[in-house]
């Protein structure tokens, strides 16, 4: 059976390796945040009741695409279109096209931005890489107004986050959601590693840090992971009831 994403992929390297994933899930919690739509994760109050767990779903969702065959991966992204519409229906409204590609877009940014913060810059070929396959996704969840290319999309991306971003009552609560389920210490680690990862216009908006003291901590563990000690990080700065599933997405591709 032909697999979704060839083996040898970029993009198998960055969903495979589980910090690389927790860049993109650091970097959606921001977004996500400040999205005009996000009423929609508090609709059913499952976000605000455990927003890590929430973004966690998204991301562990698209790994196991990214990690599937052919028939195996359009069934799981059929599976996300019909939980949408379940909850389409029963708020009695659709949820906003742009909403849909705001999210699609976020994963192909925070693909990028998080490997490059851990490994090297990426080529131009492997970014549209990237892109080429959340475009499969996007494209078999029926979106309309898909970008052809990564040039277009690098475009769009811009005109969306001007658009679409803004801080209101839903971002400061969601927010403050976080610092509640990871307690202090974790959550100022986490507007560390918002502020190095972000869009500028991100960071301006939710008032993150524009030098962050966390760099030297961030080339320490990268030699750490280097030398395979990384793990050792990991069992102290992970929240407890999360580890297991965390190491759970390392995955040799």
Known sequence: MKDFV???SIVRRIWGRGDCILLIFAGGAAEFALNKAVDWLYFT???PADPLGRLFSTVTYAQRIV???QDRAMAAIDQISAIHRGVEQHRGQPIPPEAYLD???MLID???RAFELLERPMTIE?????FSVFFQVGSRMGLRDLPADYPAYAAMRKQYMEKDLVAGHFSF???RQYRKHLGFLRYQSLLQIQGMLVPARVRGLLR???VPWIVPAILLYKGLHRLRLDRLVKDIILPHAYKARIYRLDRAG
């Open 208 to 210: 993150l840090p524009s």
């Open 6 to 8: 060839h083996k040898d």
């Open 67 to 69: 990690f599937a065959d």
């Open 126 to 130: 492997e970014r549209a890489e990237v």
């Open 110 to 112: 925070y693909s990028i």
């Open 45 to 47: 109050g499952r976000l």
């Open 173 to 175: 609560d969601l927010y």
């Open 103 to 105: 999210v699609l877009f």
